[in-house]
């Protein structure tokens, strides 16, 4: 079956920066669109980020862009979220949800998620 | 940006029909996939393009997507049914995914 794992979350102080990773397993990771999606605490759900199955197209959140870049190996069937220039209201649980192909497509399984804290 | 609005909070006793809806400008012209978060866990995709049930998702649950609101039906609400639900979509002008603003369903 589907899994992600993500890891790489932990605390860190604003203007830092961090790497989360997302290891998956289960299917064709090549095949498929990835992204991020956060959670603040007690908060709703937030798209970050996708990437196309072939890396070609990158989509990030208004938030985020310009200080967050994603990426992923096929070969090593991981997805990452390189963050820069932390901010205290990017602190979140961080999912790792797996698209379609075509770019629109439900996210159909999702990580356990990353717990990122931004605090001097 | 693309905006979709949901109720904050929708509760019902067991047994009832819930309607959660998912409002958005021309929102049938768009796809819309639901989810279902229960506290402390990731969420779970519970209707894909618009009407479609995953496998393993119950019957119960329902999509619909028309003019400028987006519903998911859960029939014979039951204790087990009791998260957060969650309408996203793509916006194609904006190449930006969006999610709404959640609502919370309770089973009295």
């Known amino acids: 079956q589907v899994q992600l794992v993500e890891s790489g979350g932990g605390v860190v102080q604003p203007g830092r920066s961090l790497t989360l990773s997302c290891a998956a397993s289960g299917f064709t990771f090549s095949t498929y669109g990835m992204g991020w999606v956060r959670q603040s605490p007690g908060k709703g759900l937030e798209w970050v980020a996708f990437i196309s199955y072939d890396r070609h197209n990158r989509y990030y959140a208004d938030s985020v862009k310009g200080r967050f870049t994603i990426s992923r190996d096929n070969s090593k069937n991981t997805l990452s979220l390189q963050m820069n220039s932390l901010r205290p209201e990017d602190m979140a649980f961080y999912y790792c949800?797996?698209?379609?192909?075509?770019?629109?497509?439900?996210?159909?399984?999702w990580g356990q998620g990353a717990l990122v804290t931004v605090s001097s | 940006s693309y905006v979709l609005t949901q109720p904050r909070s929708v509760s019902l006793a067991p047994g009832q029909t819930a309607r959660i809806t998912c409002g958005g400008n021309?929102?049938?012209?768009?796809?819309v996939h639901w989810y279902q978060q229960k506290p402390g866990q990731a969420p779970v995709l519970v209707i894909y393009d618009d009407n479609d049930r995953p496998s393993g998702i119950p019957e119960r649950f329902s999509g619909s997507n028309s003019a400028n609101t987006a519903t998911l039906t859960i029939r014979g609400v039951e204790a087990g049914d009791e998260a957060d639900y969650y309408c996203?979509?793509?916006?194609?002008?904006?190449?930006?995914?969006?999610f709404g603003t959640g609502t919370a369903v309770t089973v009295l």
């Open positions: 021309d929102i049938e012209s768009k796809t």
């Open positions: 996203h979509v793509w916006d194609s002008t904006s190449e930006h995914y969006v």
């Open positions: 949800a797996k698209g379609g192909a075509p770019v629109g497509a439900a996210f159909d399984s």
